[in-house]
């Protein structure tokens, strides 16, 4: 696969997967091989590269599926729950396993999709230091790709205001290649504004 899908796995065995890219069967064997159970699959952004598993992962499971608002429409399969406040506030994720204790939330970033979405997994006890699940929206360097400037502008935007406020030592997972920290990432918006990429 070249592109990264991430398990979170609560004590229990249940696993949140993010991103069920172009694989199914090896992310099942992945399941089965650590013993844990699919109960949720959460799509960070509607293009094809990361959703082409999604359909038998989500048919092999009986998983509950989430996604952010803007993007619902254009998935290949039912989605269960829908991100994105109009204030871009976190929201605390609606999971069907048994996460109770991480505290995940999804937060949008909106800009390569319309409906991007970010999964925050900062509670200290199960996190040090704290993930940011980002799909195409950050990249070590900069922001993902967009089509027009306004599109840009408010990629930005929500990465600056909702990704990179956080501790910098916050480990960034981004959708394709190499994970990075906010506090690699954060010096570097004035340059990026600047470029507009």
């Known amino acids: 696969m070249d592109n990264?899908?991430?398990f979170l796995v609560s004590p229990t065995g249940d696993a949140l997967l993010i991103d069920a890219a172009n694989d199914a069967e090896h992310l099942l064997q992945v399941a089965r091989n650590f013993q844990i159970r699919i109960t949720d699959v959460l799509t960070t952004h509607r293009h094809d590269d990361h959703v082409q598993a999604l359909v038998d992962?989500?048919?092999?499971?009986?998983a509950k599926?989430?996604?952010?608002?803007?993007?619902?429409?254009?998935?290949?399969?039912?989605?269960?729950?829908?991100y994105g406040t109009y204030d871009?506030?976190?929201?605390?994720?609606?999971?069907?396993?048994?996460?109770?204790?991480f505290a995940l939330q999804a937060v949008e970033l909106r800009g390569h999709t319309p409906g991007g979405i970010a999964v925050?997994?900062?509670?200290?006890?199960?996190?040090?230091?704290?993930?940011?699940?980002?799909g195409d929206s950050l990249?070590?360097?900069?922001?993902?790709k967009t089509t027009k400037d306004e599109d840009?502008?408010?990629?930005?935007?929500?990465?600056?205001t909702r990704?990179?406020?956080?501790?910098?030592?916050?480990?960034?997972?981004?959708?394709?290649?190499?994970?990075?920290?906010?506090?690699?990432?954060?010096?570097?918006v004035d340059q990026w504004r600047e470029r507009g990429w």
């Open 139 to 144: 990249f070590p360097g900069g922001v993902g």
């Open 88 to 101: 871009g506030l976190p929201e605390d994720l609606r999971l069907a396993g048994d996460f109770r204790d």
């Open 152 to 160: 840009f502008q408010q990629l930005l935007s929500d990465v600056e």
């Open 120 to 134: 925050l997994a900062l509670n200290p006890t199960y996190f040090t230091p704290g993930r940011a699940f980002v």
């Open 57 to 62: 992962v989500l048919e092999a499971t009986g």
């Open 163 to 188: 990704i990179l406020n956080l501790p910098e030592d916050v480990i960034v997972h981004p959708g394709h290649g190499d994970s990075t920290t906010v506090g690699a990432e954060r010096p570097q």
């Open 4 to 6: 990264n899908c991430w």
């Open 65 to 82: 599926h989430h996604s952010g608002r803007f993007d619902a429409d254009a998935l290949p399969a039912r989605v269960d729950e829908t």
